[in-house]
């Protein structure tokens, strides 16, 4: 599965953008598992958001919760990340990525090592 992030940029505080990713196929497995993670500048890499399908399972960090929303079009395998009230703390690159295989209490965990494909990365930045 290759992944490809597009949708990075220069934003004022206080504004919003959307990310897109689009996946050169489905993974394989019962569930379609999707998902967002940042790594600023000196720091590891975390988790954003993520969505599991069937059932349209959805999970954020409590940093973005009520601000950035995670959303998905199957017709396209591509995913998509709405983030509004935008802080220069999310200044980041984000990745995109996606699991296969994984059970629910897994997915909750929103673990980088439990995603088997990362697409090249995209850079926000927040700044005024």
């Known amino acids: 599965v290759q992944l490809q992030a597009s949708g990075g940029g220069l934003v004022q505080p206080g504004g919003s953008l959307r990310l897109a990713c689009a996946a050169s196929r489905r993974t394989s497995g019962a569930y379609a598992i999707m998902g967002w993670f940042r790594q600023a500048s000196g720091k590891a890499r975390e988790f954003v958001a993520a969505?599991?399908?069937?059932?349209?399972?959805?999970i954020y960090a409590d940093s973005v919760k009520g601000r950035f929303s995670i959303s998905r079009d199957n017709a396209k395998n591509s995913v998509y990340l709405q983030m509004s009230s935008l802080k220069p703390e999310d200044t980041a690159v984000y990745y995109c990525?996606?699991?296969?295989?994984?059970?629910?209490?897994?997915?909750?965990?929103?673990?980088?090592?439990?995603?088997?494909?990362w697409g090249q990365g995209t850079l926000l930045t927040v700044s005024s």
């Open positions: 990525a996606a699991a296969q295989g994984l059970i629910y209490s897994t997915f909750v965990r929103g673990s980088p090592s439990d995603y088997n494909y």
């Open positions: 969505i599991r399908w069937p059932g349209n399972n959805i």
